[in-house]
């Protein structure tokens, strides 16, 4: 038969995954010769054989790739048959140049590592930082490129001769796998508690300190963990008294806590798992899924208080496991931090931050490099919709068809902030990084956007900023020495939204949010554009109403009622400030216009006597939601008044709102009419949108489409009028998806100026 050799080239997520080891079993498996290594650009085989088995090769190279692999692109090039006479690992070579290889997301532990924890025999039982090839730490242990041990927070432990026999062994599992560790050679856990705890409550004996956290969880005692990228509180999630308290101590008035559940089955029992949920809890990058929740579980009251949704997420590192095992029963899990600070992750900070919160400590010494936060998704028609990008998905870059001709720095918005740094087909959308209004998160920003630039070797050319001018991203942007540019919030919204369908446009965005800064220069957030990635137009949007007292309005949903409509109960309810805040409003003083559909959500909510006030962004909207009676489908209408750009009567809603709730309506009826009027606001806005520019696709962003009901009965109706919509998946339809959005609109203005 007919030899031939053929050279490979690989690209993606290939290094740190045992893609080596597994092309070296591929090839000797069907009796060929020749030899892999790894480059600057992937990984690249020359394989050499009969025909026949060099394409069986190929063809299994995909299909049977590890599973932490992911492949880009394969190309190949025949050569000249060299005869070899064996299959061969070729040495790394020093890397200099170019960077194109990808970091792997930090993996939930592998079913090989979890049997091995489990057995009595093997050396790693419960060894709480098992890992493999195939699973554990990455991004947030890496400090620089190359992916190495050296260069991770896995430097300061020397593997023991077993592990590094491992290490070296391509037949083996830990083949490569930089944090490869165990008892003897890796990282310890210890427990500490406050002096006299242990003895106090008769810990002492306990020698394992899992087994003694577990016991103070049981004991209802609050507990922080240092998990992979910050640490955690945890707390009985059914000791009512625990988990108070840890709300009380971290001074987190009303939202929610996620809790982590030891396997499907317990999570089954707290909430409403399908398969497409069952399927992403149990993904590799385990995110909190936000879950209907079973009416009458043993979880406490205090855990999300009126809420009909519940967060639920699996273990995801060895540590856990073992943690949730010894517990035996649900765990509040929730970020190691005060109030609306960023989350925890360095040792001695963790010590001063959470001293006054937790009762102990589960610590040990590998140290966490980046601070990332748990992921946050929800499964929407059998398809997983994330709200927060964050661990197990991130630096994993998304994949940008139209691409990026020059390298970019995307610096995203305010609250819920990302940014995203993106070279050739490549978006690097960075983890959550928080609300940007705080020192600590300002500095995870600057010192991210450094980070990445030195991982992926981005050197942006131009930089994307919100139009918003205080923004701290926006200041940022404009003090780097670059050449900048502003892009509207809302085109910004829509264009994360089409690169997450990975479509160009034009199509008709509804982008329906809080707060974004307009052309204008008033607040816009309920918005209907035609759009593309490089340019848009207004065609309309809500009718604007002023926010009496800018910010404060934000936090006081009652203000936007009054700056709605004269309600006589919001307005005895509130008669010490009424007058003052009207007077505001109808002046104009220090009440900019705002169209956003998030005010409108605010001003039902206040009405409905839900909410005057919130704690937390988006508070009023999520607990009218949570209200809304589901069987009630009836809408509010309101008025569209025609003209370019046409606008729609949100305060008619609000009327409505008003005049049941005065005939005695109840307030879930009424909340839920409220929702299917939007709903049918935005047909109406979408209707006219296509019958003024011939567009049949609609797609849906902005942060109020986070609202479940909201979502599922616009796409109902859109899709009722043969609307073709697109939703969002990868990333947040949130501010989290912001710098996607800005990236791509840069790219494409300039790709547009160029053609
Ligand atoms: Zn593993
Ligand atoms: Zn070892
Ligand atoms: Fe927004």
Redesign the pocket.
Known sequence: MHTVRTEVRVEGVVQGVGFRPFVYALATGLGLTGLVGNDLDGVFAEVEGPEAAVAEFLGRLELQAPPLARIERVTTRALRPVRSASFVIAASESQTGLRRTLISADTATCADCLRELADPADRRHEYPFINCTNCGPRFTIVRDVPYDRPLTTMAPFT??E??AAEYHDPADRRFHAQP???????PRLRLQSQPGLKTQLGLDHHENPIQAAAELLRRGRVLAVKGLGGYHLAADAACEQAVAALRQRKHREDKPFAVMAADLAAAAELAEVDEAVAALLTSPARPIVLLPRRPGTTVAQATAPGNRQLGVMLPYTPLHHLLLAAVARPIVLTSGNVSDEPIVYRDDEARSTLKGIADAFLTHDRAIHVRTDDSVARSFRGRPMLLRRSRGYVPEPLAVATGFPRPVLACGAELKNTFCLARGRHAFVSQHIGDLENAETLRSFTEGIEHFRRLFDIDPEVVAHDLHPEYLSTKYALELDLPAEGVQHHHAHIASCLADNGETGPVIGVAFDGTGYGTDGTIWGGEFLTAGLAAFERGGHLAPVPMPGGAAAIRQPWRMAAAYVADPEVARRHQDHWPAVIAMAAKGINSPLTSSAGRLFDAAAAILGVRDAINYEGQAAVELEQLADPAETRPYPAAVEAGVPFTIRGSDLLHAVIEDRTDGVPAPVIAARFHHGVAALIEAGCLLMRERYDLGTVALSGGVFQNLLLLSATVARLEARGFRVLLHSRVPCNDGGISLGQALVVASREAASRS
């Open positions: 593997m023991c077993r592990c490869t560790c165990c008892p003897a050679c890796g």
